[in-house]
């Protein structure tokens, strides 16, 4: 049976596998992913699942057969292409663990199309387990019905991502010290764009100096409050999503302005 407005049911598990899916294929599933399917959402042959390869795109496929520890899928057909996510990389300063995988599950919510996590000098927290990172991500993708994963990047240094930076990408740069420019006013700017947040303790004056002194940046505020590094990155990913992103259908910028 072929998708119809019907079928799958919007409540069918939705998964991440890979390699990319064809149409036909039986594709076996294992691991953690069998286990949420066959123990969490218990499903039976027959049973609709959706599955995205974050490469063509989301699938309906139906259940083959269902064990304690593997299932069997027949992919039937492909439901959407792989989405183009509006053009923002989140450059967020690494923060303690909860608090860094809030910002990465929200950014992933909230339709980011690369994460950039950043070591700054009052960093707490100086490395990231990707793998575990990846896996906050999928699962946000999987609840939230992207087909597209974020593309999460290796922490870099502040320094070294001022210096590889894309001429063509608009740096906006949240800053509680000085005054920046209102941060619903500067983000109403077509093209690539990026938010850059600091950590628990803040820039330094140096970090400051040498993030002003890109030609890209636009320095930002978020309001009178100072906000949490957490709060910060998931406000201004949200404010940019609604005045430049794909909160408003196409952009909200119109082209040239
Ligand atoms: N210096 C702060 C701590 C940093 S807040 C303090 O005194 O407690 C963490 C990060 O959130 C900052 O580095 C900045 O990037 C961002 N941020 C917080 N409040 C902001 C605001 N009102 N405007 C712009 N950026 C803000």
């Given at each position: 049976?072929?998708?119809?407005?019907?079928?799958?049911?919007?409540?069918?598990?939705?998964?991440?596998?890979?390699?990319?899916?064809?149409?036909?294929?039986?594709?076996?599933?294992?691991?953690p992913?069998?286990?949420?399917?066959?123990?969490?959402?218990?499903?039976?042959?027959?049973?609709?699942?959706?599955?995205?390869?974050?490469?063509?795109?989301?699938?309906a496929?139906?259940?083959?057969?269902?064990?304690?520890?593997?299932v069997?899928?027949?992919?039937?057909?492909?439901?959407?292409?792989?989405?183009?996510?509006?053009d923002?990389?989140?450059?967020?300063?690494?923060?303690?663990?909860?608090?860094?995988?809030?910002?990465?599950?929200?950014?992933?919510?909230?339709?980011?199309?690369?994460?950039?996590?950043?070591?700054t000098?009052r960093?707490?927290?100086?490395?990231?387990?990707?793998?575990r990172?990846?896996?906050?991500?999928?699962?946000?993708?999987?609840?939230?019905?992207?087909?597209?994963?974020?593309?999460?990047?290796?922490?870099?240094?502040?320094?070294?991502?001022?210096?590889a930076?894309?001429?063509?990408?608009?740096?906006?740069?949240?800053?509680?010290?000085?005054?920046?420019?209102?941060?619903?006013?500067?983000?109403?700017?077509?093209?690539?764009a990026?938010?850059?947040?600091?950590?628990?303790?803040?820039?330094?004056?140096?970090?400051?100096?040498?993030i002003?002194?890109?030609?890209?940046?636009?320095?930002?505020?978020?309001?009178?409050?100072?906000?949490?590094?957490?709060?910060?990155?998931?406000?201004?990913?949200?404010?940019?999503?609604?005045?430049?992103?794909?909160?408003?259908?196409?952009?909200?910028?119109?082209?040239?302005?």
């Open positions: 049976m072929s998708a119809t407005p019907a079928w799958p049911p919007k409540s069918a598990p939705r998964l991440f596998v890979s390699p990319p899916l064809s149409p036909g294929e039986t594709r076996a599933i294992d691991g992913a069998a286990h949420y399917l066959a123990r969490v959402m218990r499903v039976a042959p027959g049973d609709a699942v959706i599955l995205c390869d974050d490469a063509t795109g989301e699938w496929a139906r259940v083959a057969s269902a064990g304690r520890r593997d069997t899928v027949e992919v039937v057909e492909r439901l959407r292409v792989r989405e183009e996510v509006p923002l990389t989140l450059c967020a300063a690494l923060l303690k663990k909860d608090r860094f995988d809030l910002v990465l599950e929200k950014a992933c919510e909230l339709g980011v199309r690369r994460i950039a996590p950043v070591i000098h960093c707490v927290a100086d490395k990231l387990n990707l793998e990172a990846r896996a906050v991500l999928i699962e946000a993708a999987e609840q939230c019905a992207r087909t597209a994963l974020p593309v999460l990047e290796a922490p870099v240094k502040l320094g070294a991502l001022l210096a930076w894309e001429a063509d990408r608009t740096l906006f740069f949240a800053d509680e010290v000085r005054d920046g420019q209102p941060a619903a006013l500067a983000f109403a700017r077509p093209g690539p990026a938010i850059l947040v600091g950590p628990e303790g803040g820039f330094d004056d140096g970090e400051r100096g040498a002003r002194a890109l030609p890209s940046a636009r320095a930002v505020s978020l309001g009178p409050r100072i906000l949490r590094g957490e709060t910060a990155a998931i406000a201004a990913t949200a404010l940019w999503m609604g005045v430049t992103g794909d909160w408003c259908g196409a952009s909200s910028v119109p082209p040239g302005k």
